[in-house]
T-cell receptor
Framework: TQLLEQSPQFLSIQEGENLTVYCNSS?????LQWYRQEPGEGPVLLVT?????EVKKLKRLTFQFGDARKDSSLHITAAQTGDTGLYLCAGEVMSSWGKLQFGAGTQVVVTP | GAVVSQHPSRVICKSGTSVKIECRSL??????MFWYRQFPKQSLMLMAT?????????EQGVEKDKFLINHASLTLSTLTVTSAHPEDSSFYICSANPYTFGSGTRLTVV
């Protein structure tokens, strides 16, 4: 089993501050995805990273895949109240296309 | 973009009955779909891989006779929870493409 440890579990910050969420594993993944999930809804894909060392930016969100493809981070700059939500990382199991191993999630709360 | 539709969004059933959940790919064909389960305050756990025209592949610990999967067409996979019990109450989510998820089905067994 390829376990993905996500930290922190909960993060509360004020609007305008920055935050970083981490996703770590001892195993290598063929790709890694970051999702955002609202209560009662399925996860919505934010980004997929594939290459070790890859950095992708989505407006104020920056995603990084570790060189060894075992870890990843999500950094939000100048957080807004609309960034509040549950963020999930998921690693695609090697040699098993489409099978995802999810982290436990980080609940982010951004207050005005 | 790719859209995955799941139905119903919520269902309540009595213990011992069976419930069918549908997962459809709306604008693309999906030879493979995935079924996940999410308990409250927990993350998604893969239950099984649904393959069009062949048997599903179940993850370790998932009872194939209890969670019947049928993938009879390139746009539809169904998950039937048979003889449901309260411990089967959960949020069931499908995916295809493979990173696009449906909106989930909240199953409550009473």
């Amino acid at each position: 089993t390829q376990l993905l440890e996500q930290s922190p579990q909960f993060l509360s910050i004020q609007e305008g501050e920055n935050l970083t969420v981490y996703c770590n594993s001892s195993s290598v993944f063929s790709s890694l995805q970051w999702y955002r999930q609202e209560p009662g809804e399925g996860p919505v894909l934010l980004v997929t990273v594939v290459t070790g060392g890859e950095v992708k930016k989505l407006k104020r969100l920056t995603f990084q895949f570790g060189d060894a493809r075992k870890d990843s981070s999500l950094h939000i700059t100048a957080a807004q109240t609309g960034d509040t939500g549950l963020y999930l990382c998921a690693g695609e199991v090697m040699s098993s296309w489409g099978k995802l191993q999810f982290g436990a999630g980080t609940q982010v709360v951004v207050t005005p | 973009g790719a859209v995955v539709s799941q139905h119903p969004s919520r269902v309540i059933c009595k213990s011992g009955t069976s419930v069918k959940i549908e997962c459809r790919s709306l604008d693309f064909q999906a030879t493979t779909m995935f079924w996940y389960r999410q308990f409250p305050k927990q993350s998604l756990m893969l239950m099984a891989t649904s393959n069009e025209g062949s048997k599903a592949t179940y993850e370790q610990g998932v009872e194939k006779d209890k969670f019947l999967i049928n993938h009879a067409s390139l746009t539809l996979s169904t998950l039937t929870v048979t003889s449901a019990h309260p411990e089967d109450s959960s949020f069931y989510i499908c995916s295809a493409n493979p990173y696009t998820f449906g909106s989930g089905t909240r199953l409550t067994v009473v």
